[in-house]
């Protein structure tokens, strides 16, 4: 079967990854101070590549595999007018786009780190003003220090963002839902704006090394490590207390989720008598419903257990640009899914409307 043709499409996880970025971004804009060790573009014999703190990171305007053509250049994903030139081709309406965060950089010095963000954030809110309703470009909260990241939070809800990317990896400090990060979630409970984990670490014995073995067996795996993060939010009281705080997985993926749900349920049920510190008055599943949201891309088993994870729950996503998107034939993968068996109102809230409606886009 084919979608409607008046189907509108949005794609809630989607990437800016550091090799599109324009060279100049840091380097423009970092104070004289930083600039040096913050991430800049330098000639090598392999080509142009970004540095950071001394460090070689990764190629710049390097193109993702099997989705350009021979006189594509590696930077259309981080040009408002290419990038939306690509998404009409695909036929989506917006994006969710998440984008080359300090995780990626590798920034060990959290002075440094909170410098890079700031300047990434205030690009990105221009970046995503060429096509409000078209572009939500995450901006990336330093994590190294709860306090930075709740003024950098109050900071990106002033420039306008929709939404914010937090990581449970940088920095291997307190988790999420430490006490520590009580004003950060306070924060986001006032302002009202989304908050945004992505598939990152987690893997223990695990290490991803293309052309190894290793590389598929830690991809596989990985989106299931959110669940630590989701299990501390839900039973430390971190989203029951603020029931405004929207909390997106992004690159979750979806087979998962419904025995970690069931089995926090039955966990509360085993254990809560004994309890003494902090015990939730929801149940974990109403908890979810109630504020969690994830993101998946290609996914069959998954997209079956939908109406079990909960249809305003779930937002599609093209992983564009990445190699294994489905851009610029989404409409078509959508068409195959099985998606397209649950009928078209779960169709069009886990493509549109769910989307929509966390981020406040006109469509």
Not at 26 to 53: N, Q
Not at 73 to 80: A, D, K
Not at 102 to 112: E, G, K, N, Q, V
Not at 225 to 248: A, M, N, Y
């Amino acid at each position: 079967m084919s979608l409607p043709a008046d189907q509108i499409l949005i794609s809630a996880d989607d990437h800016l990854d550091i090799h599109a970025m324009a060279p100049d971004v840091w380097s423009s804009r970092l104070p004289k101070a930083w600039r040096e060790r913050g991430p800049h573009v330098e000639e090598t014999p392999e080509g142009p590549y970004w540095f950071c703190e001394g460090r070689r990171v990764a190629p710049s305007g390097r193109k993702e595999t099997g989705y350009l053509s021979a006189d594509d250049h590696g930077f259309r994903p981080g040009e408002p007018r290419t990038r939306l030139e690509d998404m009409d081709r695909d036929g989506v309406r917006a994006q969710v786009i998440y984008g080359p965060t300090c995780t990626h950089l590798r920034i060990t010095d959290p002075a440094l780190h909170e410098q890079v963000a700031r300047v990434y954030n205030d690009w990105a809110a221009e970046f995503q003003r060429e096509a409000p309703d078209r572009l939500v470009l995450l901006p990336d909260i330093p994590s190294y220090d709860p306090q930075a990241a709740t003024r950098e939070l109050r900071r990106c809800e002033k420039l306008g963002h929709k939404g914010a990317i937090v990581s449970s990896a940088v920095g291997r400090g307190q988790p999420l839902f430490a006490d520590e990060w009580k004003d950060f979630w306070d924060a986001a409970q006032e302002i009202g704006m989304p908050i945004h984990v992505h598939l990152s670490g987690g893997l223990h014995s695990l290490t991803m090394q293309l052309g190894s073995w290793r590389m598929p067996a830690a991809v596989a795996v990985v989106p299931m490590q959110f669940d630590e993060t989701l299990s501390g939010l839900i039973f430390s009281g971190t989203l029951e207390k603020r029931p405004r705080v929207k909390f997106v997985m992004g690159e979750a993926g979806l087979g998962w989720i419904p025995y970690v749900i069931e089995r926090l349920d039955h966990e509360l049920h085993k254990y809560g008598s004994k309890i003494r510190d902090h015990k939730i008055g929801m149940l974990p599943s109403e908890i979810f419903a109630r504020q969690v949201f994830t993101t998946y891309e290609d996914e069959k088993l998954g997209v079956e257990l939908i109406p079990r994870i909960g249809v305003d729950n779930v937002m599609w996503a093209s992983d564009y640009p990445h190699g294994d998107s489905t851009w610029p034939n989404s409409r078509k993968a959508l068409a195959e899914s099985p998606l397209a068996q649950h009928g078209p109102e779960i169709l069009r809230k886990v493509t549109c409307e769910n989307a929509a409606h966390l981020y406040g886009l006109k469509v």
